[in-house]
């Protein structure tokens, strides 16, 4: 299962891009309401989640994903539930995203130590330990990092890669006029 964590103030399209793209490619993925049921975005555009922190077990976890915006990222560093995922995530070696402001969630977990990435400008100081590219996006083993709202679609089709293939991301890329 790839969890998707919505905290209220998230960034719309540095979730949706990345959620429709892997369901596309056939991923089973569930949306998980941090606040509860619902997420509000930080344009205000409210979601209807999958299901809640209250439901996420780590049994059949394949992949942790973590939108940015503010207060958002805030919103997901404080929660014990997504920092316990993070940490399952990243002890059994499994794919963690985080776009925006939310790479600097995994940057004061430690979890970038001696990995490269990139953040929204201005979280260069948060992503302690790791080695900043400015590039949009950046995949250093199975951390996937990237800039922001901007770069969502490219941040949906590199987990997409990482998760299936290159081969399988570059034809979704063509039929969603992406290329």
């Not at 996420?56 to 929660?79: H, K, R």
């Not at 430690?110 to 900043?132: H, M, R, S, V």
């Not at 996006?137 to 997409?160: W, Y």
Request: aromatic share 8%; glycine share 10%.
């Amino acid at each position: 299962m790839i969890y998707v964590f919505l905290a209220n103030g998230f960034e719309e399209c540095e979730a949706l891009a990345p959620i429709d793209i892997l369901r596309r490619a056939g991923f089973q993925l569930k949306t998980v309401g941090v606040s509860g049921k619902t997420a509000i975005g930080s344009h205000n555009i409210t979601i209807t989640c999958d299901i809640t922190t209250d439901d996420v077990t780590f049994e059949d976890l394949e992949a942790v994903i973590l939108p940015g915006g503010m207060p958002g990222t805030i919103n997901l560093e404080n929660d014990k539930t997504v920092q316990a995922a993070i940490d399952y995530a990243h002890k059994n070696g499994l794919l963690i995203g985080a776009i925006c402001a939310a790479p600097s969630v995994l940057g004061h977990k430690g979890i970038l130590n001696d990995k490269k990435a990139t953040c929204f400008p201005g979280f260069e100081k948060d992503l302690l330990g790791a080695k900043y590219i400015d590039t949009a996006v950046v995949r250093d083993g199975n951390i996937i990092t990237a800039k922001g709202a901007g770069v969502a679609f490219q941040f949906g089709f590199e987990l997409l890669s990482y998760l299936k293939d290159e081969k399988t991301a570059n034809d979704l890329k063509i039929q969603m006029m992406f290329k």
